[in-house]
Every structure is written in structure tokens, then in C-alpha cells.
């Protein structure tokens, strides 16, 4: 048997999604599946926003600023303590 023949990865999506929905039934029949709270998944789904609206940034060439940081014309040449004398 080809190493690329075995393991999860190899096998076609219909067949994943079946194995993967045993496992999850299995758990929550053994009282151990995560259940999120409210505040959790808002949470993840925040996190997730922000790495996917940073890597289309990167990906794009787009300045790493805000939309309010870039609206208002980015940086200033003054040192955040005030203007060098």
C-alpha cells in the first residue's frame, strides 16, 4: 500500500464526513463534546476575522493600517511624543 494511499486525508469527503459524524455523536452520547457558550463563539469568530482579514492584507500588498488609520492618511512623521525640536 502507497503512503499516500492511507490515512484520513486520502479518503473522499462523503467517507470523512461519515466517520467525522460518528465521532461527533459518539461524544456528545458520552457527555464530552465542547459545547460552545455565546461568549466563546463570538469570541472565535472574532479571531477568525481578524486572521483572515490580515492574511488578505498580506496577500494583497495592502498597508498593514486600519480602515479609520487609513481614512484619516496613515501615519504622521511626528514621533508619538510630540514633534522633535
Do not use: C
Not at 503512503?3 to 473522499?12: L, N, Q, T, V, Y
Not at 469568530?45 to 490580515?54: E, F, N, Q, T, V
Amino acid at each position: 500500500m502507497a503512503k499516500e494511499d492511507r490515512g484520513f486525508a486520502s479518503m473522499d469527503r462523503s467517507k470523512q464526513r461519515e466517520i467525522a459524524s460518528k465521532g461527533g455523536k459518539a461524544a456528545h452520547q458520552k457527555g464530552t463534546a465542547h459545547e460552545w457558550t455565546s461568549e466563546e463563539a463570538r469570541n472565535a469568530g472574532r479571531k477568525g476575522g481578524i486572521a483572515s482579514h490580515r492574511r488578505r492584507r498580506e496577500q494583497t500588498g495592502e498597508s498593514a493600517l486600519s480602515g479609520s488609520e487609513a481614512r484619516q492618511g496613515g501615519a504622521t512623521d511626528q514621533p508619538a511624543d510630540g514633534p522633535v525640536e
